[in-house]
T-cell receptor
Framework: NAGVMQNPRHLVRRRGQEARLRCSPMKGHSHVYWYRQLPEEGLKFMVYLQKENIIDESGMPKERFSAEFPKEGPSILRIQQVVRGDSAAYFC?????????????FGPGTRLTVT | AQSVTQLGSHVSVSEGALVLLRCNYSSSVPPYLFWYVQYPNQGLQLLLKYTSAATLVKGINGFEAEFKKSETSFHLTKPSAHMSDAAEYFCAVKNGGNQGGKLIFGQGTELSVKP
């Protein structure tokens, strides 16, 4: 059973370009979470999605960031007009069900560098 | 609001020595607590979780943690450190209730193991 998959693993973008980060949850998991890890910091929650629904986006920056989890295909975190401050590691996690009891399984992350 | 504080951003121990990584939480509801480990350039791996079943929780790789409500603590220990334990460790608390379930992470503690 494959784990959570993220691609690309490394992404370099120039300021002003768009970045698209993909996350395929574990088989049978329909809950996806995105977290951001800035250099020398812990992980910060960004958004929680179920298939075709955004459940909690309280951690998403108000502008330039969006996320989706379509009925078919991976979850996408999209960053428009990237700036140097967006450079970070972005982790996706999935869970089989919602609720506190269920642990989240993390992918290897996408390391975004903005030049 | 829930929060997690990890005391000590860097901990160094000798191989074979006791490992103690400190975590204190703040929560207005019974917490669900987790310890994750992150090796360089990798995603997070779950070490153990507390879900109110037992206060002493055993995890993988010989780690365990004890939930102490009176001290609002969930410290991670291992009796004898191994070189392979060198990594970053994150304590996290789950968002209360059965909706959402986002993880709130501490700042992380980097563990170094000296030969």
């Amino acid at each position: 059973n494959a784990g959570v998959m993220q691609n690309p693993r490394h992404l370099v973008r120039r300021r002003g370009q768009e970045a698209r980060l993909r996350c395929s949850p574990m088989k049978g998991h329909s809950h996806v979470y995105w977290y951001r890890q800035l250099p020398e910091e812990g992980l910060k929650f960004m958004v929680y999605l179920q298939k075709e629904n955004i459940i909690d986006e309280s951690g998403m920056p108000k502008e330039r960031f969006s996320a989706e989890f379509p009925k078919e295909g991976p979850s996408i975190l999209r960053i428009q007009q990237v700036v140097r401050g967006d450079s970070a590691a972005y982790f996706c996690a999935s869970s089989p069900k919602q609720g506190n009891f269920y642990e989240q399984y993390f992918g290897p992350g996408t390391r975004l560098t903005v030049t | 609001a829930q929060s997690v504080t990890q005391l000590g951003s860097h901990v160094s121990v000798s191989e074979g020595a006791l490992v103690l990584l400190r975590c204190n939480y703040s929560s207005s509801v019974p917490p669900y607590l987790f310890w994750y480990v992150q090796y360089p350039n990798q995603g997070l791996q779950l070490l153990l979780k507390y879900t109110s079943a037992a206060t002493l929780v055993k995890g993988i790789n010989g780690f365990e943690a004890e939930f102490k409500k009176s001290e609002t603590s969930f410290h991670l220990t291992k009796p004898s450190a191994h070189m392979s334990d060198a990594a970053e460790y994150f304590c996290a608390v789950k968002n209360g209730g059965n909706q959402g379930g986002k993880l709130i992470f501490g700042q992380g503690t980097e563990l170094s193991v000296k030969p």
